[in-house]
Every structure is written in C-alpha cells, then in structure tokens.
Antibody, heavy 119, light 112 residues
Framework: QIQLVQSGPELKKPGESVKISCKASGYTFTDYAMHWVKQAPGKGLKWMGWINTYTGKPTYADDFKGRFVFSLEASASTANLQISNLKNEDTATYFC????????????WGQGTLVTVSS | DVVLTQTLVAQPVRLGDQASISCRSSQSLVHSDGHTYLEWYLQKPGQSPQLLIYEVSNRFSGVPNRFSGSGSGSDFTLKISRVEPEDLGVYYC?????????FGSGTKLEIK
C-alpha cells in the first residue's frame, strides 16, 4: 500500500538549517507530484508548494520563497524539504502529501515532522 | 490569490445529529478543464489530515456515506448526516484549481 514516511522531530536554533525527508513507497514515485504543507502549533494548514517528481522542478507559494527548498532523491523515492536561516516562526509540523492523479487530491499524507526553533 | 472562508470556527453538535460545514471561495473554483478541484479534509487530534471528499462531491475510498459534499462555483458544503464520535476534529476545505492552492481556515466539529 502507499505510504509516506517522514523523518523524525528536529530541535534547532535560530539561524540554523534543517532538512526533512519524506520517503514514498507503494507506487511509482515519479508519477505524481509531492506537496508540502505547514501547520504551526494550534493553527490551520498552509500549502507551501510542490515538486514535480519527474522533472524535479519546484514551485513555491509566495510565503515560502527564499529560505525553503524542495528537492528529490528520486532513486530513493524520497522528497526533501530544506529550510535555511531558521526563524522562530518556522516552528511547525511539516507534512508531505502525495497528489494522487486519480483523485486529484491529497489522498496520502506523511505523518508529519515537528520542527522546533528555539534558542 | 483565492481566499476560502469557513465562517464557523467551531460547530457544536450532538452525537447522532446532522452537521453542516460551509466553505466559500473568493472566486469560482471551476478549472479551465471543467473540473472543480474542491476537497474536504478531516484532521483528527494528533493525526495527519485525511481526505474525505474530492471534486466537490466524490467520497474518497473508505469514507462512510454519512459524509456528503455539495456545491458549485464558489459555494460549497460538507454534510455529516449522523455525527459519530470518530468524526470529531477539524475540517478543512481546500482548492486545487488556482495557483497558489489554498486551505480554508478550518471548522472544528465538537460535542455540544
């Protein structure tokens, strides 16, 4: 069955960088896009953007341009999210979600990775 | 950018009653391909969101038929016919028609 397994929680200081991974299994990784979603503590969901898993081309929502990078390790069926120059407001749970081409929706989600930024 | 408005932050409901959650878009969600990419997700406490409804009214695999979606253009509704304890959580609408994609602010379904 389709699974997205994300890397574990991270505790970082302001100004540091973090890389979150999302390993996919159960389907052909390059068939469909991978999206990223942010959820700050106690807040709603915010769409960050997506990466074309076939070409590697990322697309970022405006609030996530600059310090955020989506990348792939296609041979490992893994999508990554890197955040540089971390700020306190980056403290959140980050989800990867697979955009299913049958349903044109996020049919499958990772379990989420909590990133805590604190001095 | 599209704004999805879920006017109710919280919806108190009795178990067994019907619940209705609305989502209004600042512009039509009809894509140029004719489809309307409006989805509903439920996020239970401590869990990842889960897909309930796609393209306005289609139930995802395994979703009970007490969940139904309706609407068109820019006005959408999710109905739960007989609320059960496992239905409690935060419901989000989401649009995948216009770039950037957008989530609604969420409506928490809670016990009255």
């Amino acid at each position: 069955q389709i699974q997205l397994v994300q890397s574990g929680p991270e505790l970082k200081k302001p100004g540091e960088s973090v890389k979150i991974s999302c390993k996919a299994s159960g389907y052909t990784f390059t068939d469909y896009a991978m999206h990223w979603v942010k959820q700050a503590p106690g807040k709603g969901l915010k769409w960050m953007g997506w990466i074309n898993t076939y070409t590697g081309k990322p697309t970022y929502a405006d609030d996530f341009k600059g310090r955020f990078v989506f990348s792939l390790e296609a041979s490992a069926s893994t999508a990554n999210l890197q955040i540089s120059n971390l700020k306190n407001e980056d403290t959140a749970t980050y989800f990867c979600a697979y955009y299913d081409g049958t349903y044109y929706a996020f049919a499958y989600w990772g379990q989420g990775t909590l990133v805590t930024v604190s001095s | 950018d599209v704004v999805l408005t879920q006017t109710l932050v919280a919806q108190p409901v009795r178990l067994g009653d019907q619940a209705s959650i609305s989502c209004r878009s600042s512009q039509s969600l009809v894509h140029s391909d004719g489809h309307t990419y409006l989805e509903w997700y439920l996020q239970k406490p401590g869990q990842s969101p889960q897909l309930l409804i796609y393209e306005v009214s289609n139930r995802f695999s395994g979703v009970p038929n007490r969940f139904s979606g309706s609407g068109s253009g820019s006005d959408f509704t999710l109905k739960i016919s007989r609320v059960e304890p496992e239905d409690l959580g935060v419901y989000y609408c989401f649009e995948g028609t216009h770039d950037p994609f957008t989530f609604g602010s969420g409506t928490k379904l809670e016990i009255k």
